[in-house]
């Protein structure tokens, strides 16, 4: 049984369609990727799932919570590392955590704990107590992954996580997203890089328009290009979506 | 509980960033304490005018008045040739004088008319006062002696006034043109007494308040900005995803900026008592209470301002404009009784015109809480009328 279950969600912007009836459905302890080019509804939809937007149709059921009428029991158990690093700058990568696991309703002792084991998982630990302010951009997204990781999180939410990090930083990521799906955390991930969803993902959906086009493992999506000798993920994307640019 | 979290947050930050420590602490002392220096002793002087007067006669009863002037002992009376004092008037060496016409005994005693010239520069307010005063008072006078002169005349050519006692009369006429009285002395006669010297208005006293009441707005508009930053930033986003609702979100930041703008508060009215030797009058639980509920008009007008604006910038555009606009007219810079009425009417859509009027109330005229409760009720409606419209429009996410 999927641990996440969308079934027609929709999304207008002004009356342009942004998410178009979108079916979907991820497996617990999965690494699922949501790939497609700027302003095919990546973000919408990841939006849509962590209820911070409500769709205008459709519903999705995340651990047996529907998205439209059980908002907070779906917050209770996910995380969102948002593709713009939110964060405080002015306080340090402790004081994030702390913030940010207080609010997630951890009472003061459980918040210091899980800030300890979040900065310690990112490779953060030795730095806890600098100012994020004083970080590099690689460090920063690794503070910004360790926040969605705070509430110990069942469905964890990555919209282009690694956008600008240092392949070190990166490589860090990966571990830490590998380790947390082996525990048995879903991840949805989004992602530019499609050779990082080639690598990382037991299965992927191309989305574009608003709508999934292809969903596979990686290996199957290579079989819709049979004409071609050892296609990669990248020649099967762009066959799907075209080479016309998408300036949004 | 997450609202307090959050506002525990923003008030960690505020104190903790210098710029908002200088703008919103800092800067306002500083103020404070230059415009009390250069206000000063103002007011304490009070200067004897020196009132000049000159005569076209060459003899006569002006000389004598002059003469009566001279000994006063609470006028500082001068006397200047006509040509002299025109031209020490032209030249702006006095403020002004008195002129009694050439004609002038001649005219009070042969009963037509006749006038006297106060000649006063435009600047000089208190000279034209005090010689229109002393114009006005000779006038009603030689007004008063020429009547009693035709009385006396007509009981004299009388027929019937056989047993008039004419010695008695001739020592009325002697007496009302005695050389030290002229005329007959009023009825009712005023006297002024100084006891102990004269107090300047304490500077304190009119600036702090004042400045309270625009620093407070001011930093709690400003708020607006970062409230939009941490919506541009996602933060706000992400902590709805963490749990929080909009309501959390809402309370937190308006709660944020009540802790922030009451820090504000206890730092500057400290100030004022401590370093500034300001009255805090006699009823301190009112100035508490029209501080914290104008600290809740200006919190609320904060996130009010953030659900109405985009940017970062334009919410500090328009805090800046609406504080900087708000501040002269409520009276934040002057005592509001000092505007024409059409201003002070004008006055009344800001909530600092309130609370500047029950501080002035208060601080100055020893109004107690009771008295002053009208006052907060109008600063505590802006507050639910600036947070009924927040509420209707505020978005933690940046759709």
């Known amino acids: 049984m999927a641990f996440v279950s969308a079934s027609n969600l929709r999304k207008s912007y002004d009356g342009e369609p942004a998410v178009v009836d979108l079916d979907l459905d991820i497996f617990a302890g999965e690494i699922f990727g949501l790939l497609g080019p700027n302003g095919a509804g990546k973000t919408t939809t990841i939006k849509m799932l962590a209820t911070v937007l409500a769709p205008d149709s459709g519903d999705a059921e995340i651990g047996g919570y529907s998205i439209v009428s059980a908002p907070r029991e779906v917050r209770r158990i996910i995380g969102l590392c948002p593709q713009d690093i939110a964060l405080y700058e002015d306080m340090s990568a402790r004081e994030n955590l702390l913030f940010f696991g207080r609010m997630a309703g951890l009472n003061a002792r459980e918040a210091r704990t899980r800030a300890v084991e979040c900065l310690a998982t990112v490779n953060l630990d030795a730095r806890a107590d600098e100012r994020v302010h004083r970080f590099s951009g690689g460090m920063k997204r690794r503070v910004n992954l360790a926040i969605a990781l705070v509430n110990q999180p069942r469905l964890l939410f990555l919209d282009e996580p690694t956008v600008g990090v240092d392949p070190q930083s990166r490589a860090r990521i990966y571990d830490t997203i590998r380790a947390l799906a082996g525990e048995g955390t879903t991840v949805l991930y989004t992602t530019h890089y499609i050779e990082e969803a080639e690598n990382l993902c037991n299965r992927v959906a191309i989305i574009d328009g608003g709508q999934i086009i292809a969903q596979d493992t990686p290996r199957g999506l290579h079989t819709l290009l049979p004409d071609t000798e050892r296609p990669t993920l990248e020649d099967v994307f762009l066959h799907l979506t075209g080479r016309t640019l998408r300036d949004v | ?399």
């Open chain 2, 1 to 399: 509980m997450r609202a307090w979290l959050l506002a525990g947050k923003d008030l960690q930050r505020f104190l903790r960033d210098p710029k908002a420590l200088a703008f919103g602490l800092a800067f306002p002392v500083l103020l404070i304490f230059f415009t009390i220096a250069v206000q000063g002793n103002a007011g304490a002087d009070d200067p004897m005018l020196h009132l000049y007067v000159a005569t076209a006669e060459g003899s006569g009863l002006s000389h004598d008045i002059i003469d009566v002037l001279l000994d006063i002992e609470d006028l500082s009376i001068r006397t200047l040739e006509p040509a002299e004092a025109s031209r020490a008037l032209e030249a702006g060496e006095i403020g002004g004088y008195l002129l009694f016409p050439a004609d002038f005994t001649e005219a009070v005693t042969g009963g037509y008319g006749t006038d006297l010239s106060v000649r006063v520069g435009g600047q000089a307010l208190r000279t034209r006062y005090a010689l229109e005063g002393l114009a006005r008072d000779i006038a009603a006078r030689a007004g008063t002696s020429r009547v009693v002169l035709d009385a006396g005349l007509s009981l004299l050519a009388t027929p019937t006034a056989h047993d008039v006692d004419f010695s008695r009369v001739e020592g009325a006429f002697r007496e009302l043109f005695a050389e030290d009285g002229f005329g007959a002395g009023p009825a009712v006669t005023l006297e002024s007494e100084r006891v102990g010297p004269i107090l300047p208005p304490d500077p304190p006293d009119w600036s702090v308040p004042g400045y309270v009441v625009m620093f407070l707005f001011f930093t709690a508009a400003l708020g607006a900005e970062s409230i939009v930053l941490e919506r541009r930033n996602n933060t706000l986003e992400r902590l709805l995803v963490v749990g929080a609702t909009r309501a959390d979100i809402l309370g937190g930041k308006f709660l944020g900026g009540v802790t922030r703008a009451m820090v504000q508060a206890v730092l500057l009215w400290t100030a004022g008592i401590a370093l500034f030797g300001m009255n805090i009058g006699r009823a301190p639980a009112a100035v508490l209470v029209i501080t914290a509920v104008f600290v809740f008009a200006s919190a609320a007008f904060g996130v009010l301002l953030a659900s109405l604006v985009r940017t970062p910038a334009a919410a500090h555009s328009a805090a800046v404009l609406v504080s900087l606009v708000a501040a002269p007219l409520g009276g934040c810079w002057w005592p509001l009784f000092l505007a024409p009425p059409w201003l002070q009417d004008m006055a009344r859509i800001t909530p600092h015109a309130w609370a500047n009027a029950a501080f002035l109330r208060t601080l100055i005229y020893g109004a107690t809480l009771p008295e002053v409760l009208g006052e907060v009720a109008v600063i505590a409606l802006f507050g639910i009328a600036f947070g009924a419209v927040a509420l209707l429009r505020f978005r933690p996410d940046a759709e």
